[in-house]
């Protein structure tokens, strides 16, 4: 594949759990804990491959309940995830170097995750990366991922052409919202899902490390192949 006209980047957009943040443990530890609270039962490890729907379709999902348990188990979930486990997420490795260096080419970047607004900032807080954000946008400010609109919402408050921008993700609902969104660079973290299934779903680059994703995104021109 190739990026559509060589043009470069001027946003980026970055999921935050899995991606930027080794959140996925903690997520599943903190579900897990809400759904004993109605006695619902799962290993962390079972809920992991799970994360990145929102998290009253994970319940329903996950646990084949109702809509209205699963909006009880997620208050309960974001009540105890909200008050201890953000606090407690550490970085990816690469995660800081990655977006200063980003920042400083004068890249504008923006979060785009399904958590809602608050913990998202909550959590952008807790990494000391306010400074780095120009949009921190959550599943209240507009439609939640895989809609193409939790991106072209983000790139709206950029003023940033969705032609002119990169997603950088993990899972297949930043891969769908990024495709949909007509975004032409889509970087693919693997971790939770394969590699096979990220190029599926849209990604037009997967890497290892968080260290493989600036090339990408402040070259002075987009690179002509992929690093599929």
């Known amino acids: 594949m190739t990026a559509t006209d060589g ?15 080794d959140s996925l443990p903690t997520i599943a530890q903190a579900m897990a804990e809400a759904a004993r609270m109605h006695g619902l039962h799962a290993e962390p490890d079972a809920i992991v491959p799970h994360i990145g729907a929102p998290m009253d379709v994970l319940v329903q999902e996950l646990f084949g309940v109702s809509s209205e348990v699963a909006r009880a188990v997620n208050a309960d979930y974001l009540r105890v995830y909200e008050h201890g486990f953000i606090q407690r997420t550490p970085p990816h490795e690469g995660a800081a170097a990655l977006l200063r260096q980003v920042h400083d080419a004068g890249v504008l970047m923006g979060v785009v995750t399904n958590k809602r607004d608050r913990g998202a900032r909550l959590m952008v807080e807790a990494q000391g990366w306010d400074d780095l954000f120009a949009v921190v946008h959550g599943r209240e400010s507009g439609a939640p991922k895989p809609d193409p609109e939790a991106a072209l919402s983000a790139l709206r408050r950029l003023d940033v052409p969705p032609e002119d921008a990169a997603f950088v993700g993990d899972t297949e609902f930043d891969m769908n919202c990024a495709r949909d969104a007509g975004i032409p660079v889509v970087v693919a973290l693997l971790g939770s899902r394969s590699r096979e299934r990220l190029i599926t779903e849209g990604a037009t680059h997967v890497v290892d490390h968080l260290n493989q994703v600036a090339p990408i995104l402040v070259g002075s021109r987009r690179p002509t192949e992929t690093a599929l």
């Open 7 to 21: 043009r470069p980047v001027r946003a980026a957009l970055f999921d935050l759990d899995g991606t930027l943040v």
